[in-house]
């Protein structure tokens, strides 16, 4: 099972962008599908993007052209999320995972904090 480490949060002014990065130790990282989620306190936690090992991508809807998830399967078993064009909707603390696409196990990362606020 992969333990998933997040950074990258913090706060930024409407409009502007953030890169997110979740770090996966443990092996076989390219079995497994990766996700952003994010949650708002007292709201479900609500699938932001996933990247499967060969790329193919899947997006909410509220963040469809403004964010790009990818990852680097080879080199640093890292997925990362781009944020673009933040508005304050996007403020929440934003977790990554891993699903095993065989096993379907699953691991979650701590989460990191985005804020965007004038």
């Known amino acids: 099972q992969v333990q998933l480490v997040e950074s990258g949060g913090g706060l930024v002014q409407p409009g502007g962008s953030l890169r997110l990065s979740c770090a996966a130790s443990g092996s076989m990282f390219g079995l497994y599908n990766m996700a952003w989620y994010r949650q708002v306190p007292g709201t479900q936690r609500e699938l932001v993007a996933l990247?499967?090992?060969?790329?193919?991508?899947?997006y909410g809807d509220s963040v469809q052209g403004r964010f790009i998830i990818s990852r680097d399967n080879a080199n640093k078993n890292t997925v990362y999320l781009q944020m673009n064009s933040l508005n304050p909707e996007d403020t929440a603390v934003y977790y990554c995972n891993a699903v095993h696409r065989v096993s379907g196990s699953g691991s979650w990362g701590q989460g990191t904090q985005v804020t965007v606020s004038s």
């Open positions: 990247i499967t090992p060969g790329g193919g991508t899947n």
